[in-house]
């Protein structure tokens, strides 16, 4: 081979990588695009519903109030002033704010976020090991998955009454009066 071709070889080869670094940057870009967007969307959506929640919240206070209960009509006002407030938040704000807000917090406040991700952990753990027996139930039962008569409650069956072991030769056993 002579110097020219691995010349243009090499900076043909060149070429290729910077357009495919390109490519994956165009597809990184479009990738947070569409996150951000979906991070705007939904937490509008939940700044509507909290709001909802506050209403409902400040109309129970008042109430509360109107017949003479002022101890739990305060709490409840309070609480419906916060969950206004963070409804407010959340339909405003954008999604770089909230995540660099979520990155403030965390360096803040490190042992919160990991206490936080330990109960997610722990709540999905429980979760999926309650879904797992269930699935694991139903694919042994004789009728087929999906149709449990109990809608996979667990069942306790009895023997019946006149059912009991046999005693060895020559030995007298009453029969039992309870199993369980």
Known sequence: MTEESTGGA????????????????????SAQ???RKQVDTRSTEAGHQVDSVGRAMRTAGEQLRGQGNEL???????????????GGYLRESDADRILGDLEDFARRQPWVV???GLAVGVAGARFLKASGRRR???????????????????TRTYPAPDVYPEPAAGRYAPPPTSRY
């Open 33 to 35: 695009d569409r996150i």
């Open 136 to 154: 694991y139930r139903q694919s042994q039962s004789p009728l087929g998955a999906g149709s449990d008569p109990n809608g996979g409650a667990p």
């Open 10 to 29: 090499q900076q043909m080869v060149q070429e290729k990588a910077q357009q495919a670094k390109e490519q994956v940057q165009q597809a990184a870009g």
């Open 72 to 86: 739990p009509a305060k709490v409840a006002e309070q609480l419906a002033q916060r969950a206004e407030q963070l």
């Open 114 to 116: 990991a206490a936080m």
